[in-house]
């Protein structure tokens, strides 16, 4: 007998792969010329993927955090999107001066560490070993210190040249704060992509072990 917070629990992964997907698809419908800018339409898309592929995984294996991960990632993205489509909206001549920019730009610095730690507990959900709790730790001080930078020194809503620059409401010295902080979170994330990726040779080396043992 399924109890009702089965019944939640099975819902929600649904749930949040809807919040992700509707606002991405508003963006690209209301605001293509927005959607389209430089890369703003890979990171849209890949929170599509990410949000489809983690409401497939929470709903068949809701004990692994992995697909609560990517759901997460999606609906980080759907936020940004829908805070980029009022943006254009509102301010069609200069959607990088809107405070709805600012607002989505913020949530979406935590992706990059969203993939780590799916990397890092990637497939069993649990992490190689001990010694690699202080890298998911670090994983989510990533993530703190790029959306403290994002809300104070703004930054770009994307990577490329095509990409608009985000402007907040703080005065350049707040801002030169965030950019401080930006000069540090850069290098950490290259970090930490290494060594996640390095987690995953770990594991298959390992698995590749086993086997010759069996």
């Not at 992700?20 to 599509?48: D, N, Q, R």
């Not at 254009?88 to 959607?95: E, G």
């Not at 210190?145 to 490329?160: E, K, R, S, T, Y």
């Amino acid at each position: 007998m399924i109890t009702d917070a089965g019944r939640t629990r099975r819902a929600l992964p649904g749930l949040l792969t809807a919040i992700a997907l509707i606002p991405i698809s508003a963006y690209a419908v209301l605001a293509p010329e927005g959607f389209f800018a430089g890369s703003s339409a890979v990171f849209m898309l890949a929170g599509v993927v990410f949000a489809l592929v983690g409401g497939f995984v929470a709903w068949h294996r809701p004990e692994n955090p992995i697909g609560w991960l990517f759901c997460a990632y999606g609906v980080i993205t759907g936020l940004g999107g829908g805070a980029f489509t009022v943006s254009y909206l509102t301010r069609p001549d200069a959607p990088d001066s809107s405070v709805w920019t600012w607002l989505g730009s913020v949530p979406i610095s935590a992706n990059i560490g969203l993939v780590v730690l799916s990397f890092l507990l990637f497939p069993t959900g649990e992490l190689p070993s001990r010694r690699w709790r202080p890298v998911a730790w670090v994983a989510c001080v990533q993530m703190v210190l790029g959306m403290v930078a994002a809300v104070l020194g703004g930054g770009f809503a994307g990577v490329d040249e095509e990409d608009f620059v985000v402007v907040t409401p703080f005065p350049d010295s707040v801002e030169r704060i965030g950019e401080t902080l930006g000069f540090g979170f850069f290098p950490l994330t290259m970090a930490l992509i290494v060594s996640s990726l390095a987690s995953l040779v770990v594991r298959y080396r390992r698995a590749v072990a086993d086997e010759r043992e069996q």
